[in-house]
Nanobody, 126 residues
């Protein structure tokens, strides 16, 4: 059974930082591109960041470029999202997803995850 478990969310003031983690089990982690998505209140889900299987190529949404960094540790089956200079508009439920996607799909921000986590809430106060 595949499980993706996010952690690291919380309440932070604007300008602060958080580091999200997503621990994967039940799948061959190295074979999956990993992504982070978010959905704020009354908003559609947004694809925030993605990372290829080897961790060498990334995708970022324009809204987070320069502030967020995605990384992975294949030895720990974990993907991370370092979020700096947080803004109130970053408030959302953050999900990770695993997708057996090719490089071009990942870098174009077109991941369609096969597996999803339950999400971790990030709230940024002004």
């Amino acid at each position: 059974q595949v499980q993706l478990v996010e952690s690291g969310g919380g309440l932070v003031q604007a300008g602060g930082s958080l580091r999200l983690s997503c621990a994967a089990s039940g799948l061959n982690f190295r074979n999956y591109a990993m992504g982070w998505f978010r959905q704020g209140p009354g908003q559609e889900r947004e694809h925030v960041a993605a990372l290829t299987r080897d961790g060498r190529t990334t995708y970022y949404a324009d809204s987070v470029k320069g502030r967020f960094t995605i990384s992975r540790d294949n030895a720990k089956n974990t993907v991370y999202l370092q979020m700096n200079y947080l803004k109130p508009e970053d408030t959302a439920l953050y999900y990770c997803g695993a997708d057996n996607a090719i490089l071009s799909t990942v870098v174009a921000g077109r991941m369609r995850p096969d597996y999803w986590g339950q999400g971790t809430q990030v709230t940024v106060s002004s």
